[in-house]
C-alpha cells in the first residue's frame, strides 16, 4: 500500500508541478508535513544532492525522496510516479500538436502559467532560505555568511567569476564538510 501512495503523491507533484525541479518544492514540503516520510531538514539536503547530481533536479529529488522512503523499490516508483504524467502530456500533446500550434487559447494559457511557475518556483526559494538561514528560530550566521561569500566571489571578484560551477560545488562541499553544515 505504501508504494501505491508513493506512486500517488509523486504523481501528483508530476502534473501540478509546472516550471520545472524547483516547482516541485512546495508539494515536496507538504508531503513531508503530511506524510512523515522525511524532514524538511532532509529535503534541504535533497536539493543539495539534486543540485550537484547529473539529470533533472525535480526526478533526483523523486528518487532520493522514494530511497529514503522504502529503499529502490520507491525509489523507482516515486520516479515512474513522478514522470508519468509528463509521459502522458506529452503522448496526447504529440498527438494533437498540428491542431494545437496556433490556438490562441493554448497559447494563453501557457503565458499564463509562467508567472505562476515563477511564483511557486519563488515560494520555494524563500522556504530553502528559511531552512537555512534560521535555525531554532534565530539566524544561523555560517550559512548566512558562506552565502555571503559565494556571493562576493561568484558576482564581484574578477578572478573568480568565471570558474566552473563545478569548482563552486565543490568548494562548497568542502567548506560543509569543514563547518559540519
Known sequence: MIYLKLFWEFFNTGLFAVGGGMATLPFLYDIADRT??????????????????????????ATYSGYLTTGIPGAVIATLGLITPSIIVILLVAAFLNAFHDNKYVNGAFY???????????AAGLV?????????????FK?????????????AVKFTKKLHPVVWIIFAAAVGIIFKF
Request: proline fraction near 6%; charged fraction near 10%; glycine fraction near 8%.
Open 36 to 61: 512523515g516520510w522525511f524532514s524538511r531538514h532532509q529535503l534541504a539536503d535533497m536539493i543539495a544532492v539534486s543540485e550537484s547530481t547529473p539529470g533533472p533536479i525535480g526526478v533526483n529529488m
Open 112 to 122: 499564463g502559467l509562467r508567472p505562476a511557475s515563477c511564483a511557486m518556483i519563488t
Open 128 to 140: 530553502v532560505a528559511g531552512v537555512t538561514f534560521v535555525n531554532n528560530n534565530s539566524l544561523d
Open 143 to 155: 550559512p548566512v555568511i558562506l552565502a555571503a561569500v559565494l556571493l562576493i566571489f561568484t558576482h
